[in-house]
């Protein structure tokens, strides 16, 4: 993917739905292809035991709009044993022709950058193009040599309009951050996606939901791309 396309492609949407209950948020991400870094793809906090039919239609169905799909796999803050982070990247692979994978729960501390290094090496030498990492805050400024894209804020509008940005990622491109944003009414997505670009984040995500699991709608800003289309 070159730079302009890559540019064009500003939201990363975590849709952590079934096809089932809501196929109209799958149906309207397809839609909004063009305006979409990827979708990550977590069927039961990472792939679950077998593959899911749901989610191999709906996947099949982004792929062939040309979005790129990450696989979830949760990291653990460095805790979870590498094989079976290893283990689910290997299955989102298999089951669901991921692009690349999410690695969340990333941790932030310098100490585990080897760790963190050891994991995207695999992940890339099992086919995975892409590497996210979700610390959800700024971690040391060593992790932004290893992902492809790094996730420096996820939480809620009113703990991202007191967040501040260290100096340190002006010396990275904005496509190489992430903020995921929750509990953002509608009519507020678009001051969220301003904001981001502001802070030096190329990409973004701002639903409304809240809760344990706010990432269950699709953003305002994917629909109104879709509508534009």
Same mark, same amino acid.
Do not use: K
């Given at each position: ?13 975590? *849709? +952590?739905? $079934? ?9 309207? =991400?397809?839609?909004? %292809? ?7 793809? #977590? ?7 077998? &593959? ?24 653990? +803050?460095? $805790? ?30 310098? %100490? ?8 995207? =090496? !695999? ?9 996210? *990492? ?10 932004? $040599? !290893? ?32 903020? =995921? ?11 969220? %996606? ?17 809760? &344990? #699991? ?16």
């Amino acid at each position: 993917m070159n730079r302009t396309a890559t540019a064009r492609r500003r939201l990363l949407v975590p *849709l +952590y739905v $079934h096809p089932a209950a809501d196929p109209g948020a799958w149906s309207a =991400l397809e839609a909004a %292809a063009p305006a979409l870094r990827g979708v990550v793809l #977590n069927i039961a906090d990472g792939p679950g035991h077998r &593959p899911d039919p749901a989610f191999t239609a709906v996947t099949a169905r982004l792929r062939a709009a040309g979005v790129p799909l990450f696989g979830y796999a949760d990291t653990g +803050y460095g $805790h979870r044993p590498a094989r079976e982070v290893v283990a689910d990247i290997r299955r989102h692979r298999r089951w669901y022709e991921v692009d690349g994978v999410f690695l969340d729960q990333a941790a932030a501390h310098p %100490a585990l950058l080897p760790r963190y290094r050891r994991l995207v =090496l !695999l992940a890339r030498a099992l086919g995975a193009r892409t590497a996210v *990492l979700n610390p959800g805050t700024h971690p040391d400024p060593g992790y932004a $040599h !290893l992902a492809d894209l790094l996730v420096t804020f996820e939480g809620d509008r009113e703990a991202y309009r007191r967040a501040e940005i260290p100096v340190w990622t002006a010396d990275h491109p904005p496509e190489r951050f992430c903020h =995921l944003v929750h509990g953002v009414p509608p009519e507020h997505a678009e001051e969220v %996606a301003r904001t981001a670009e502001r802070r030096g984040a190329a990409v973004h995500c701002a639903v409304p939901g809240e809760g &344990p #699991n706010p990432w269950q709608d699709v953003p305002r800003t994917a629909a109104t791309a879709g509508e534009g289309r």
